[in-house]
């Protein structure tokens, strides 16, 4: 199911032509996202800001997770066991589970995010203020995924720390070098990146709690080279330090061409992969 900010129209997919139990609860879930677009304006989050993924990561929670929990709702008040096992049988499919098990975990875990963790963000508020507090946010939406991951990051107001990568920073690398492009990482992906780096998944998820802000930029280089400069920043020296550590040993499992700096006495790590990483590390100051 879809609903269409842009076209204000609501689809509904049925693979089997009719309308059951499955088709009945995606519409209740999309019937909500209209309700969301109607009131709060669903185009107002900036969804689509290229250069801010982790924040649309936590506003599309924001939606995912009021719209599963009224789905939740009307599932318990309107389906019978029978309509329940229906909708469990589809969502077995094997083709769908496999699909699943294929695709990497950076785009499997972050589209599972928002209706997994979504769901327990808004349920937080939902204690706190019934639905006048999931409403409220869409005034103040979540800015993180480390907000939605601890929403009482969210409800004592911990913005992410702004980053910038210096703007010089190709320049400085030689000829030939450009800035390819910016983006925020967050708490989410950089843990995924940990777990792909073989970092096991409770000390991934430890490591990068202590997420303060990051910003990475994608820098283009002669002769088709590529390289990745990365700063992040940390809630204590302590975090930081332990960031450092299991992104070292990510950038070993991940076999990449590499380099992770932390100036002495600060809260910031520097990761530099690809061409030209221990110059770009270097100017980073790490």
């Known amino acids: 199911g879809y609903y269409s900010p842009e076209r ?3 689809f509904v997919v049925s693979a089997a032509g009719g309308v059951g139990p499955t088709q009945r609860v995606t519409y209740a879930h999309e019937y909500t996202h209209q309700l969301q677009d109607q009131n709060f304006g669903i185009e107002k989050l900036g969804l689509d800001a290229a250069d801010q993924s982790d924040r649309s990561l936590a506003r599309l929670a924001l939606l995912e997770g009021d719209a599963v929990t009224v789905q939740t709702r009307w599932m318990q008040e309107n389906l019978t066991a029978e309509d329940l096992g229906q909708i469990f049988a589809d969502a077995s499919d094997p083709a769908v589970l496999e699909a699943l098990r294929r695709a990497p975990a950076i785009l499997r875990d972050t589209a599972f995010f928002p209706y997994l963790d ?10 706190r203020d019934g639905f006048n507090g999931v409403d409220a946010a869409y005034s103040a939406p979540p800015d993180s995924t480390e907000q939605i ?3 009482e990051k969210y409800l004592d107001r911990d913005p992410p720390i702004v980053i910038n990568v210096p703007a010089d920073l190709p320049s400085k690398l030689g000829p030939g070098w450009s800035d390819g492009g910016a983006d925020t990482l967050g708490e989410l992906q950089l843990r995924i990146w940990l777990g792909e780096g073989g970092v096991e998944s409770t000390a991934a998820s430890r490591a990068a709690a202590g997420w303060g802000g990051d910003r990475l930029m994608l820098l283009d280089g002669p002769a088709g080279a590529t390289a990745i400069a990365l700063i992040t920043e940390w809630d204590s020296l302590a975090d930081a330090s332990e960031f450092a550590a299991a992104a070292k040993a990510a950038l070993a499992g991940l076999k990449l061409t590499g380099f992770v700096g932390q100036t002495a006495g600060s809260a910031q790590v520097h990761l530099a992969i690809g061409a030209s990483a221990a110059d770009i590390v270097a100017v980073l100051g790490g």
């Open 8 to 10: 204000d129209e609501l």
């Open 118 to 127: 979504g769901p327990i963000f808004a349920s937080t508020l939902m204690v």
């Open 149 to 151: 991951l601890h929403p």
